[in-house]
């Protein structure tokens, strides 16, 4: 079939990129779903910071590539074998599918599955197939899911069912932003009942962090040092907010510290910020060749722990029906991460948006 999507044609280009136009939107064919796989036409797809890292060339991918990995849609097709879901029904996207048969899948979230990570270094669905072309070209899938589109077909592993009454926009979130930020604090952090939390950086990944801690009961303190997302971190809840040189002077810690920028600056603030036997968690990705300054006499004298956490360290099928009860509860109203929604045709711009720290979730909605 025909679809229309926006394709990341070279990795590195100058910014702005509304000027260079690293992504260009336009027709493709997409096969339909073989073995194992469904057809989603795509509702609604988030703008996030994993986007940008192939864009930027921070995260190598093989191009061209066919880009998005936080969206929602309704599903129109089955393939052959796929038998637990339905047409018609609502799905959010994972872009870390899980076999449910590997080391990985093993760990109970704390490790990828290696399935799934394999196909998406490769640009392919699970199983090696790709299922998109362009003039006979073709073009490699985005980490399972390539969102960015009015349709993708996906394998099953890749989605996760959710009632109706969950809003496409919210539903897309909750397949990134929330998985990652949310299971910072609730699969990695694991803080005990009155633990203050800091999480430092406040994009989307950040600020759902903040309103997975502040649904527990936990009071949350905000880091960043863009004012406006401090603003919206004391909306969301949290009880006091920073810049990094404010936290620094204020001498301010906490037993969890979750660091969601993904720089190195970013992380020693967190490292600094951790109470004695406490927990740093970090969920950020800088780039390959980063680098940060860590005292090991400081780890062994308090007693600290550093954990890293890939996609929140989640079980999708799991923890998207519970982020999406609290939601329905009112208790994680992850519609407030959503800071703007846009065309697809904008999609240049949504990224040096992302670039210049000014958006929190960006998100295209599909007629």
């Known amino acids: 079939m025909r679809i229309v999507g926006a394709v990341l044609e070279e990795i590195g280009r100058e910014r702005p990129f509304v000027e260079s136009k690293p992504i260009t939107v336009g027709e493709l064919e997409l096969d339909p779903p073989g073995p194992g796989e469904i057809l989603v036409r795509i509702e609604a797809a988030g703008l996030c910071h994993s986007d940008l890292s192939v864009v930027d060339g ?3 991918r093989p191009v061209p590539m066919l880009l998005g990995h936080e969206a929602a849609g309704i599903v129109e097709q089955l393939g052959d074998g796929v038998d637990d879901v339905a047409i018609g029904q609502r799905v959010v996207m994972t872009f870390l599918p899980r076999c449910g048969k590997c080391a990985g899948c093993a760990t109970d979230g704390r490790l990828p599955c290696e399935v799934g990570t394999r ?3 490769a640009g392919e669905l699970v199983g090696g197939r790709r299922r998109l072309h362009r003039d006979g070209e073709e073009i490699f899938h985005h980490l399972g899911v390539s969102g960015f589109a009015s349709h993708a077909v996906v394998n099953r592993h890749s989605v996760v069912v959710v009632d109706d009454d969950v809003p496409a926009d919210v539903a ?8 990652t930020g949310g299971g910072a604090v609730i699969n990695a952090g694991r803080p005990a009942p009155g633990d203050t939390i800091i999480v430092v950086g406040l994009g989307g990944v950040g600020m759902a962090a903040v309103l997975a801690a502040v649904s527990l009961g ?3 303190i905000g880091v960043d040092g863009v004012p406006d997302k401090l603003e919206r971190a004391l909306e969301l809840g949290a009880s006091a907010v920073f810049t990094p040189s404010e936290l620094a002077e204020s001498g301010v810690r906490a037993p969890v510290v979750i660091e969601a920028a993904g720089n190195a600056r970013a992380f020693e603030t967190a490292i600094a910020a951790t109470s004695p036997g406490g927990t740093t968690v970090t969920v ?11 005292s090991p006499l400081t780890l062994v004298a308090e007693a600290r722990t550093i954990v890293g956490s890939y996609l929140g360290s989640a079980v999708p ?5 519970r982020y999406a009860q609290l939601w329905r ?3 994680l109203p992850v519609e407030k991460l959503i800071s703007s929604r846009i065309a697809l045709s904008d999609i240049n711009a949504g990224m040096d948006a992302l670039a ?7 998100v295209i909605v599909f007629d």
């Not at 950020?284 to 860590?294: E, T």
């Not at 099928?317 to 029906?321: E, G, K, L, Q, V």
């Not at 210049?356 to 960006?362: K, L, S, V, Y």
Request: aromatic fraction near 0%.
């Open 58 to 60: 921070n995260r190598v």
């Open 119 to 121: 196909a998406n270094n």
């Open 172 to 179: 897309a979130v909750l397949g990134c932003a929330v998985l």
């Open 218 to 220: 936990h009071e949350v």
């Open 284 to 294: 950020g990705l800088p780039a390959p060749s980063a680098m940060a300054a860590v």
């Open 317 to 321: 099928s799991r923890d998207i029906p």
């Open 329 to 331: 509860e009112g208790r």
């Open 356 to 362: 210049d720290g000014t958006a929190i979730r960006q």
